[in-house]
């Protein structure tokens, strides 16, 4: 990836999206940044992300949404992008349960008019998008018995509307790479967590619990194991992947799914005690949280586990953040965050 080459991302103001876009500009690269800023978790952990990205001369703002194709095609012949990052997306495996609309409208048809604004930017005036980048979700491995997970794995067995929409976003992608020549890459993101982070994801909904001593859930009774992926780590992979544009197939398409997960699958269990560790260090809260163990519930999954073999061949990178050290970040920014929130008040 050159200097020069201009980058848009969308959902700059979410979580990943938001990292991308600061490492990029720490680079002095040109970032374009697209959001809908809606209000699906605490719209203020959105404009604190905002906020910061917009102190940097390099960054251009956009709010609206990709599911408008109107309005992203517009935008797209404005900063003629050379690389595309699609992060926006309706996250969650069980809000996809009770809000199914939100999933058909942000991940199916966003996606698509992502990947005809990409198209059509390819046609004008000689410019082409050199890359398109997409989240992908490990979540399309569905309940898949074999471990680690590999790209190389079947995943058409889906166990909620987020991993269909997801597993989709591939098929897509691949078609329009075979169709017009778009050099497309996928990527299987493994449970990201880390300092302003989602509220959803359950190391930041356990720790709201633990400070109002409210109850947590473990569900399946604790057994259940995740690929804990420190959002860093997910931004270098992306980075390094984001300069190099898949080479043709066998059958000549451009296209290329890789994981980046830790590799390093941590117990339910083991993750609340280190989580509630990090949080007493921090003075965030002053004793272990109260627990409540119950079934497994509808989408989820026993257990998550990259194999990331692939992206250390290609890229000569795995991520290796350990899950103490990223817990330890968390709660130290959870910690100053919120105690500044407190003194506004």
Not at 110 to 133: I, K, P, T, W
Not at 204 to 225: A, C, H, P, R, W
Not at 257 to 283: D, Q
Not at 291 to 319: C, H, I, N, W
Request: glycine share 8%.
């Amino acid at each position: 990836m050159k200097k020069t080459d201009r980058v848009l991302i969308t959902g700059a103001a979410g979580f990943i999206g938001y990292y991308l876009a600061k490492r990029l500009l720490s680079q002095g690269i040109y970032v374009t940044g697209i959001d809908n800023m809606n209000d699906y978790y605490d719209v203020r952990l959105k404009e604190e992300r905002l906020s910061l990205l917009l102190s940097h001369t390099g960054f251009t703002f956009e709010k609206a949404d990709i599911s408008d194709g109107k309005t992203l095609g517009q935008i797209f012949q404005k900063s003629r992008p050379d690389i595309v990052v699609n992060l926006a997306a309706q996250a969650g495996v069980r809000y996809s349960i009770t809000h199914p609309d939100a999933y058909i409208s942000s991940n199916m048809v966003g996606f698509y008019q992502v990947l005809e604004a990409c198209r059509h930017a390819s046609d004008e005036g000689g410019h082409r998008v050199s890359h398109l980048l997409y989240a992908s979700s490990s979540s399309v491995y569905g309940a898949n018995k074999k471990v680690p997970y590999s790209t190389a794995d079947q995943a058409d067995h889906p166990v909620s509307l987020y991993a269909a929409t997801k597993k989709s976003n591939e098929l897509l992608a691949y078609a329009y790479s075979k169709l017009y020549g778009i050099p497309a890459t996928g990527l299987r993101f493994f449970t990201v967590y880390g300092p302003l982070g989602r509220p959803d994801m359950a190391y930041f909904s356990f720790t709201q619990k633990m400070v109002k001593q409210e109850t947590i859930s473990l569900f399946n009774y604790g057994d259940m194991y995740r690929d804990f992926t420190y959002v860093e780590d997910i931004v270098t992979g992306i980075v390094n992947v984001m300069g190099k544009a898949p080479a043709p197939d066998a059958d000549g398409v451009c296209h290329k799914l890789y994981n980046i997960g830790n590799s390093s699958p941590e117990s339910l269990l083991s993750f609340v005690e280190t989580l509630e560790k990090c949080l007493m260090k921090e003075g965030v809260i002053q004793e272990p949280a109260k627990k409540e163990f119950l079934p497994m519930q509808p989408g989820d999954v026993y257990q998550t586990y990259a194999d990331v073999s692939d992206l250390e061949r290609d890229f000569g990178f795995k991520p290796k953040t350990p899950l103490e050290e990223g817990l330890a970040k968390f709660a130290h920014w959870y910690g100053d965050f919120y105690g500044r929130e407190k003194e506004r008040r």
